[in-house]
């Protein structure tokens, strides 16, 4: 059973960046591309990005200059950076598999709150 | 980017009603289209895969259809269970993108 759990600073300052690691049991991050997705409070979803860990990135444009993601195959991670943030970047973040047939988030973390707050 | 436009944006229907929400794309996304289920605290849930595929383990009730730009989720006969926010989910090209979801509350 595949499982993913996201984790990291719940509060971050305004202009920091923003370090999420998503931590995978169950399957190999070198098989399949991971993805980044948030959601503020009350609002729906939005995708960040998506990592596959061979060297193949895609990052939403609105975000692509202030974010990074990386996979470290010794500890089964992926993570995310995010530059300078502000408090429009508080949401719920959560990691999400993206499968092969079709292309659908079918596994996904129970997701982290981030506030950006002084 | 491809914007996915849902619609109703919300819904009230009672148990054991048929409901319908619809989603269209600004372009055409072939089948690559999918469908999540959202309750209140917890991760969205993948229900319909490639417009019309059941993922393992959702119930039969709820069927999606569809192809090119429009498609449709449906429940045949709500459920308590069925109370959420449906979101639409387009898987043709990055950025991915969602339509903006639909929350369907009890009458």
């Known amino acids: 059973q595949v499982q993913l759990q996201e984790s990291g600073p719940g509060l971050v300052k305004p202009s920091e960046t923003l370090s999420l690691t998503c931590t995978v049991s169950?399957?190999?991050?070198?098989?399949?591309?991971w993805t980044w997705i948030r959601q503020p409070a009350g609002k729906g979803l939005e995708w960040i990005g998506r990592?596959?860990?061979?060297?193949?990135?895609n990052y939403n444009p609105s975000l692509k200059s202030r974010v990074t993601m990386s996979g470290d195959t010794s500890k089964n991670q992926v993570s995310l950076k995010l530059s300078s943030v502000t408090a429009a970047d508080t949401a719920l973040y959560y990691c999400?598999?993206?499968?092969?047939?079709?292309?659908?988030?079918?596994?996904w973390g129970q997701g982290t709150t981030v506030t950006v707050s002084s | 980017d491809i914007q996915m436009t849902q619609s109703p944006s919300s819904l009230s229907a009672s148990l054991g009603d048929r409901v319908t929400i619809t989603c269209r794309a600004s372009?055409?996304?072939?089948?690559?289209l999918n469908w999540y289920q959202q309750k209140p605290g917890k991760a969205p849930k993948l229900l319909i895969y490639?417009?019309?595929s059941l993922q393992s383990g959702v119930p039969s009730r709820i069927s999606g259809s569809g192809s090119g730009t429009d498609f449709t989720l449906t429940i045949s006969s709500l459920q308590p269970e069925d109370f959420a926010t449906y979101y639409c989910?387009?898987?043709?090209?990055?950025?991915?993108?969602f339509g903006q979801g639909t929350k369907v509350e009890i009458k």
């Open positions: 999400a598999r993206e499968n092969t047939t079709s292309r659908p988030l079918d596994v």
């Open positions: 169950g399957a190999s991050i070198s098989s399949y591309f």
């Open positions: 990592i596959y860990i061979s060297g193949t990135t």
């Open positions: 372009q055409s996304i072939s089948t690559f």
């Open positions: 490639a417009a019309s």
């Open positions: 989910q387009q898987s043709y090209s990055t950025p991915r993108t």
